[in-house]
């Protein structure tokens, strides 16, 4: 049963398998187990990157293309539902509005993008992804009275899940119900559908030939699969998904600006933590993005320690200093892409057939 | 790119006259395509003197763009390297510059334009070699071990320009620092109406001896002949007996110090630098490249002068317009010209 | 009996998982042409890649002129192996189209810097072989028709003197005519004692210039001997060429 649940895509280590099950557990208990607002957005977070991560996964680890516009779908969704809640009030209505119009534009979007570009070299999608996006942005800062400029919008949410409702007048399990968590699983439920569906997706036949074309598109071609047409597919799919957790963030943050969703650092925590958990695997976007946002969030403060260590030496103490984690996590990741190309879980995975041997 | 003047040849037998033996005709429209925009801009901006200012500005930034993307553009040809990381050398030959600038305070500060002119070209020359030497460390350490695998160039040189922006901020902190231009490059000129500012006069002079450096060592030296070789046909190179691996490398210095040099133009232009400024203008170095022709350097010189014009004029005529602009002028030209303005043949 | 210019031993070649020279045995006498004969893949080109460095062999041994340069032990690189005085003319020609026809030559004339330092009287007798040369001395060499590719391939390979040419496939996509002035030049070179390999399919040219031939099929060398006679045995050439010499005319 969890077998067919995880499209017979199973861990294959035990310790990868413990790692994962332990964070969805944690996830799931977040709210009771750690009460608070800063834990319940990093959670949120968590979540949210998730998804996103394993949307790029989809495109980088399992078709071997690198683009650069993914958090241009990333802010579509957001925006979707800013706009959508903005302009028609609060409400469910408001939601599906928002969610199909930004899965709409998206659709549309990568299916330009992908058919225009995919038929050139890596190099050239790369950088055209590059400059659409960053065109995206600038778009979305200049059309102010749409998209609120640089300031964003800010914007109210169903009433079920905002923090003002609270359906149970006693706590339950020490913590009072709000909208905020129930805003919180609902966010828990959606991703883990999606991670379901993406790992359907990636092991079905689709899913190989994708990864056929990743290791020998000339080969691929030759037998006679149609290389354009599926890595547009993948490069859609991909979008959706990415556009998927762009609502989940307005949802979550109740606001949207141009930094929020777009920005390029973004970009560049998708690609690092992809690299890092894994790519081609799905399951690296999961232990990669908890990582991450725990690493974002909590580190720094670990980091301040040891910066208090080396207080007095000039380049060390700068070195060390918890503002400059991105460093590291650079070094880390230029590791990976030489040593370790499947990340944290290929080295999982790799003891277990070690030690089969 | 394709030969341009003749040499006399001694070899070359008297009976066949000049005028019999065929030679490439030099194309000039890309060229001509930038007196265009010049001359199309003049009527929408109005006036003759704001259009001097605009159009100087934009030759300014064009040079100085060009200055940073020849060597990228050189790389990507003659190696297959697209250095996602370049904008790393940018902003470190900036950051270099402001050391600089604060050693020669007294230097800067003073009314003597030799003393200013000085210090801008120690500045200059020290922030090429900086960039240079960790050019050289770059290749060796980050893109050596990828050639041939595209797609982990990609990444790994992302890489590095994410751990170079951070030790630029573990050296010289994260937020921006001021570089102001010394005495002597401070203000304009007047002629009649028109202001023209000096430093962008300084910079425009700047850009083309690089480029008439660069064109001659391509063109009439053999180290040049061998680059150009290269980037059609490394493997046939390699059979005549040279070594051009080490080339490679040679190439990708020169780049990275060009890049240095670029980025304290720059950083003069704009009067400060931050660490993210070679991310910045990333997407417009592609764009240069892409237009010009990948591997081409009077390409990505045209491409650069364009983009500068474009950029400059609308930011003046439409301003929320500005970006697109020049991903609207990449998609026309490689409508025209899908290689580029001038393309390279490979292989 | 003079020391042979190349040998090549028991030498085999792997291109990723597919291994496709089984131990080639042959020798090429020194100042003569020696003729590497067979059907479409049976190997040639892989074996003078081989023999140049692109490919590296996995097994056996390469030696030229009495040092080894490939196989097992050392393994030099292509352009060391150019410098020791092996001229490669590709298949493929490896022309520099956007080089002018000077500036090709020029690169392949690794001592000379400038055009001024070329050899004026070895180019008058280039010239003399292939008079289009000195017409289109100016001209981009990618806008050449193929026979003047060929010529300038070749050229290349000869601006400088050198202990050996590997020349594969001159003859192949040119019209007859062409390939008649091709043979008359290479014979011409012949004159000069310049040692050759030389692949080809066209028979005809084989038999006008080759001294020794080595035929391979499957990646092995299934036949070696003197072109004379093998020119006289059409019962031979049929078994190993599947053709008789009125056939390629």
């Known amino acids: 049963m969890l077998k067919r649940l995880l499209s017979h895509d199973l861990p294959r280590s035990r310790a990868l398998a413990v790692a994962l099950m332990l964070i969805v557990a944690v996830l799931l208990v977040v709210p009771f187990a750690f009460p608070g607002s800063k834990s319940l957005n990093v959670a949120a977070k968590v979540l949210i990157f998730i998804v996103l991560v394993a949307s790029y996964d989809l495109l980088l680890g399992y078709t071997g293309i690198v683009s650069f516009a993914h958090t241009m779908f990333f802010g579509i969704g957001a925006y979707g539902v800013a706009i959508a809640s903005s302009r028609m009030g609060a409400g469910w209505d408001a939601l599906a509005v928002g969610i199909v119009l930004a899965l709409a534009l998206s659709l549309v979007l990568s299916l330009v993008i992908g058919l225009f570009s995919l038929r050139v070299r890596a190099i050239f999608y790369a950088m055209i992804t590059l400059a659409v996006a960053s065109a995206f942005q600038t778009l979305a800062s200049q059309l102010s009275e749409f998209t609120g400029g640089e300031d964003g919008l800010t914007f109210r949410v169903p009433e079920v899940l905002s923090p003002s409702f609270e359906p149970f007048e006693e706590e339950i399990l020490g913590v009072l119900i709000d909208g905020r968590i129930i805003s919180y699983y609902l966010l828990f439920v959606v991703a883990v559908v999606l991670v379901l569906l993406m790992l359907r997706i990636v092991n079905s036949p689709f899913g190989r030939v994708l990864q056929a074309i990743r290791e020998n598109d000339f080969r691929a071609e030759a037998i ?80 301040r320690l040891g910066a208090g260590a080396v207080e007095g030496l000039p380049v060390i103490s700068e070195l060390v200093s918890p503002d400059r984690w991105l460093l590291w996590l650079g070094v880390l990741f230029v590791l990976c892409v030489y040593h370790f190309p499947s990340g944290i879980v290929g080295r999982l995975r790799q003891r277990v057939q070690a030690a089969v041997r | ?268 232009y704009q009067q400060m630098v ?67 303005l001038y393309p390279v043949t490979s292989r | 009996m003079s020391t042979p210019v190349l040998q090549l031993d028991n030498v085999h070649t792997h291109i990723g998982a597919y291994h496709i020279l089984h131990g080639v045995d042959f020798t090429v006498p020194q100042g003569e042409v020696t003729m590497l004969l067979g059907r479409n893949g049976a190997g040639k080109t892989t074996t003078l890649r081989t023999i140049m460095g692109l490919w590296q062999a996995s097994r056996g041994r390469i030696t030229f002129d009495g040092q080894p340069i490939g196989g097992e032990g050392q393994r030099l690189s292509t ?126 040219m084989a038999k006008a210039l080759g001294d020794s031939v080595a035929v391979m099929d499957d990646g092995r060398v299934v036949h070696r001997g003197r072109m004379a006679e093998l020119a006289e045995d059409e019962d031979l050439q049929r078994r190993l060429l599947g053709l008789s010499l009125a056939a390629h005319q």
């Not at chain 2, 030759?59 to 763009?65: E, F, K, P, Q, W």
């Not at chain 2, 930011?315 to 026309?332: Q, T």
Request: aromatic share 8%; with cysteine.
């Open chain 2, 274 to 340: 931050v660490p993210q400024m070679g991310a910045q203008i990333n997407v417009l170095l592609f764009i240069v490249i892409i237009i010009g022709g990948l591997g081409s350097t009077l390409g990505c010189f045209v491409g650069a002068l364009l983009v500068g014009l474009m950029a400059n004029y609308t930011g003046f005529l439409a301003p929320k317009v500005a970006l697109f602009s020049n991903i609207g002028l990449m998609v026309a030209i490689l409508l025209w010209r899908p290689q580029g």
């Open chain 1, 224 to 303: 006679g699969y149609r290389t354009v047409v599926y890595r547009t597919l993948s490069n859609v799919l991909s979008a959706l998904f990415a556009t998927l957790a762009g609502c989940m963030l307005a949802v979550w943050l109740r606001y949207n600006g141009p930094d929020t969703s777009l920005s390029f650092e973004i970009m560049l925590d998708i690609l690092l933590i992809v690299v890092i958990g894994g790519m081609g695997t799905i399951y690296g976007a999961v232990i990669g993005s908890a990582l991450f946002v725990l690493a974002q969030n909590y580190l720094q403060d670990l980091m």
């Open chain 3, 79 to 204: 352009p060391e192996i150019a410098q020791r005085g092996i001229a490669y003319v590709p298949e493929t020609m490896g022309i520099f189209s956007d080089l002018t026809v000077k500036e090709n030559l020029l690169l392949a004339a690794r001592k000379a810097r400038t055009v001024d330092d070329l050899d004026t009287q070895r180019l008058e007798w280039i010239f003399g072989l292939f008079p289009a040369l000195k017409k289109f001395w100016l001209y981009p060499a990618g806008k050449l028709s193929g026979g003047q590719k060929q010529m300038l391939s070749v050229a290349r390979a000869i601006v400088e003197p050198r202990k050996l040419l590997l020349i594969d496939e001159p003859s192949k996509g040119l019209a007859p005519a062409i390939i008649q002035n091709l043979i008359g030049a290479l014979q011409e070179l012949k004159r000069t004692q310049t040692t050759i390999l030389l692949v080809e399919q066209n028979f005809a």
């Open chain 2, 1 to 268: 790119m394709t030969a341009t003047a003749a040499s006399t040849n001694p070899a070359t037998p008297p009976t066949a006259t000049p005028a019999q033996v065929p030679r490439a005709r030099f194309d000039a429209i890309p060229l001509l395509l930038v007196l265009a925009l010049a001359g199309l801009a003049l009527p929408l901006v109005g006036s003759v003197p704001t259009w001097l200012t605009l159009t100087l500005a934009g030759l300014a930034m064009g040079m100085i763009v060009f200055i940073i993307a020849s060597g990228l553009t050189l790389v990507f040809g003659l190696m297959d390297v697209l250095n996602f990381g370049h904008g790393v050398f940018i902003a470190l030959g900036a950051f270099v510059a402001t050391s600089v600038f604060g050693l020669m305070g007294d230097w800067t500060g003073s009314a003597s334009v030799a003393h200013n002119l000085a210090a801008v070209f120690a500045a200059m020359l020290v922030a090429m070699a900086v960039a240079g030497a960790i050019g050289y460390a770059f290749e060796r350490v980050v893109v050596r071990p990828v050639y041939g695998q595209h797609l982990k160039q990609i990444l790994i040189t992302m890489g590095g320009m994410i751990i170079g922006e951070e030790i630029i901020k573990v050296i010289w902190g994260p937020q921006q620092i001021p570089l102001p231009l010394p005495q002597a490059l401070r203000g304009s000129f007047f002629i009649a109406d028109a202001a023209i500012e000096k430093y962008r006069v300084f910079a425009v002079v700047i850009g083309l001896v690089v480029l008439v450096g660069m064109l001659w060592v391509l063109n009439r030296t053999k180290i040049g002949l061998l680059i150009r070789a290269g980037v059609q046909d490394r493997e046939m190179v390699e059979s005549l007996g040279y070594r051009i691996k080490r080339l490679f490398v040679g190439v990708f210095v020169v780049g990275s110090a060009l890049a240095g040099l670029g980025g304290v133009l720059w950083g003069l």
